[in-house]
């Protein structure tokens, strides 16, 4: 009888489970179909309303309204968001194994990071598929010498924010003025003279570059302060879980400001030059994920390891099917960590560290798509991003890239917020969504890739340390048996003995 209610009540546990992960499905689908209709409609009224009526400039507005809503709940949450996502991830790192295979991940992490970002900006500065003309501007050797000095110090200058809570809503910024004044030397042949003068100043944007620096600063002294800022750490991650479900929520008004956002810029752009400019963004992220998943990552391991990279991808070719069927990483771990342990044989103390931690914030193929998706979206709206600005999308590309794992389409929701931190109008990554649906699948098999090429390197990084460690597992077994074998034989005598007295 009992055995009958355990089997009866496994039976349902697997129902309830069964029937969540298709309800998560069918939501996920949902949400990717509503917001695709979204800009379907958005557009076809766009274009319906550009040939058919003569709109005045307070119908645009109107027309644009539920979209500029949408950019305002973002812009709401962009700031609370990556201040508690990087003093959440920094202050919660813990070396569950050895340091030295914490340190290799978090190098090849920061390495690989890098790689995706530098490709994703390189291929969208060198291609420029959001530019519509070929602008030539002339600029003297001073003029480039002067502005990426400027530049490097006011990059500097920007990690360091004075105030905090200015960061939230100011950046400072150098201005170079320029003043003739007239020369009243003899023999001068020049009767004016240049004079240049440096103003700084503070201007409107969220210094985000500040924020994540003073969040990573914040988040390592907590972890050094351990038990005694577990009290504002448990404050503070409640504040994340706060901020994540308000991102959900805003995800189902996300089709209607899509909507919204996408007849208004095709009102006002001209003809389908912006849609047609989305192939050349297809091409260039195809191109780049291609670059970084193929010619990269390979490389990396037969660099370090010395061996053929083939044998790596075909173990884990289960996985990399998987993850461009779900689009997830998180979905695809507990078969990855079976690819990896199972198929290319990696050891379990490095697989289970990693893969877990990876799956969430190891992101090079979203990260990637991310950094040239806000450049595009930047070059369709004529706006030309200084040093300053590119080294923050590439920071806030690797920090929300991670994004709330329960919200489909987090490429594009990740791009709204990039390009809220730079100041660029967020209406022209509409279209982004359109694609989004395509380009996240083959994001996420670099992702897996990238998270199945770093355990086999690390594996090879730290193979003397768990040789070390597999050695001292047997002799801290036996020394646990001899314990437990002298306990049992405590126990026996101890009866005896009180019979005897």
Not at 242 to 267: D, F, R
């Amino acid at each position: 009888m009992g055995e009958s209610r355990q089997d009866y009540g496994t039976v349902i546990n697997n129902c309830n489970d069964s029937f969540r992960a298709v309800s998560d499905f069918f939501y996920r689908k949902l949400f990717v179909i509503t917001s695709l209709a979204g800009v379907c409609l958005g557009f076809a009224f766009g274009l319906a309303a550009k040939n058919f009526l003569d709109l005045s400039e307070s119908a645009l507005l109107i027309i644009g309204f539920p979209g500029e809503i949408l950019i305002r709940l973002l812009q709401m949450v962009t700031a609370p968001l990556i201040v508690s996502s990087v003093i959440i991830k920094v202050s919660s790192l813990s070396v569950g194994t050895s340091k030295r295979i914490a340190l290799c991940a978090g190098v090849y992490f920061f390495f690989t990071t890098l790689i995706s970002v530098s490709t994703g900006l390189l291929l969208v500065l060198l291609l420029k598929p959001g530019v519509y003309h070929s602008d030539v501007v002339i600029e003297t050797d001073s003029d480039v010498i002067f502005s990426m000095a400027d530049a490097l110090l006011d990059l500097m200058r920007n990690m360091m924010p004075a105030n905090l809570i200015q960061a939230s809503f100011q950046q400072y910024k150098t201005d170079r003025l320029e003043f003739q004044i007239e020369s009243h030397e003899p023999n001068s042949t020049e009767t004016n003279i240049t004079e240049v003068h440096l103003l700084g100043h503070y201007v409107g944007g969220v210094n985000t570059l500040g924020l994540i620096v003073s969040s990573f600063i914040f988040g390592l002294t907590l972890k050094m302060m351990e038990k005694r800022g577990e009290t504002l750490l448990e404050l503070i991650s409640i504040i994340n879980e706060v901020n994540k479900q308000l991102v959900a929520l805003i995800m189902w008004y996300l089709p209607i400001g899509v909507m919204s956002m996408m007849a208004s810029h095709e009102l006002k752009a001209d003809g389908w030059d912006s849609v047609l400019r989305l192939e050349g963004i297809i091409v260039l992220i195809f191109i780049g994920l291609t670059i970084h998943g193929v010619i990269v990552l390979p490389t990396i391991y037969l660099v370090v390891v010395r061996r053929n990279p083939w044998s790596v991808i075909k173990g884990a070719c289960p996985a990399l099917v998987t993850a461009f069927l779900t689009s997830s990483s998180s979905d695809t771990l507990q078969l990855t960590i079976r690819c990896c342990e199972e198929r290319n044989k990696n050891n379990p103390r490095v697989t289970r560290f990693m893969l877990p931690i990876f799956s969430r914030i190891n992101m090079n193929g979203t990260v990637l798509y991310e950094v040239a998706a806000a450049v595009f979206i930047a070059q369709l709206s004529h706006i030309r991003l200084n040093l300053g600005q590119l080294f923050t999308v590439g920071m806030t590309a690797a920090v929300t890239s991670t994004g709330p794992a329960d919200i489909p389409m987090t490429g594009a929701v990740s791009t709204f917020f990039i390009l809220t931190a730079i100041g660029v109008p967020a209406q022209g990554a509409s279209i982004l969504v359109a694609v989004e649906w395509l380009l996240e699948h083959c994001n996420t098999v670099v992702n897996v890739l990238g998270d199945c090429i770093g355990v086999a390197v690390v594996e090879h990084l730290s193979k003397k340390e768990l040789e070390e460690t597999e050695e001292e597992d047997p002799l801290r077994t036996r020394a646990s048996d001899s314990a437990d074998e002298g306990q049992v034989q405590d126990d026996e005598v101890s009866p005896g003995t009180l019979d005897s007295l």
